[in-house]
T-cell receptor, first 112, second 116 residues
């Protein structure tokens, strides 16, 4: 089954404790992206990747890091999480940049 | 910079009736794509419909159709014969066509309630 998986689905952590949210897709897509969803703000793009070792900033990259060492994986790293990073995070992938995006199930992150 | 605006935070429709969700955008580009995504309570994001800016014909997918007005930069979604399963958050999105970028801009969403 074609899918995008994210782990963990739920995470509660404390300020400053480094964490990684994993994202993996099995559709051989070159394009992958991370979003955060906040009430009243919709989805905002954090980082995206157009191929292995090719990443670029979206609209809200501060406080986040990404890497793309393999085509299927695109982890999101929060090296020193803060409460304003409490949000719902989505990973997505697509075959071409303007094709349908396939989204993961989301990761609910709470930083206290 | 490109922007996408959804001015209706919430809308309601009676089952079997028709509803239209509004979306406007701003861009100086001429070649781009517009999308409507649906997010039901399960949180899963699902593509509803996609429109290429160069195509004058409005896209349709079963009960879903768009009214694309390029000059006015308007991209509304019409849902006909509304069903209870259509209740969800709907997001309008913009993406520039081209292999040099993967930037997506989403609107703030419209929550659609379907009344039985």
């Amino acid at each position: 089954e074609a899918q995008v998986t994210q782990n963990p689905r739920y995470l509660i952590t404390v300020t400053g404790k480094k964490l990684t949210v994993t994202c993996s897709q099995n559709m051989n897509h070159e394009y992958m992206s991370w979003y955060r969803q906040d009430p009243g703000l919709g989805l905002r793009q954090i980082y995206y990747s157009m191929n292995v070792e090719v990443t670029d900033k979206g609209d809200v990259p501060e406080g986040y890091k990404v890497s793309r060492k393999e085509k299927r994986n695109f982890p999101l790293i929060l090296e020193s999480p803060s409460p304003n990073q409490t949000s719902l995070y989505f990973c997505a992938s697509s075959l071409k940049p303007y094709y349908e995006q396939y989204f993961g199930p989301g990761t609910r992150l709470t930083v206290t | 910079a490109q922007t996408v605006t959804q001015s209706q935070p919430e809308m309601s429709v009676q089952e079997a009736e028709t509803v239209t969700l509004s979306c406007t955008y701003d861009t100086s580009e001429s070649d781009y794509y517009l999308f409507w995504y649906k997010q039901p309570p399960s949180r899963q994001m699902i593509l509803v419909i996609r429109q290429e800016a160069y195509k004058q014909q409005n896209a349709t997918e079963n009960r879903f159709s768009v009214n694309f007005q390029k000059a006015a930069k308007s991209f509304s979604l019409k849902i006909s014969d509304s069903q209870l399963g259509d209740a969800a958050m709907y997001f309008c999105a913009y993406s520039l066509k081209g292999s040099g970028t993967y930037k997506y801009i989403f609107g703030t969403g419209t929550r659609l309630k379907v009344l039985a």
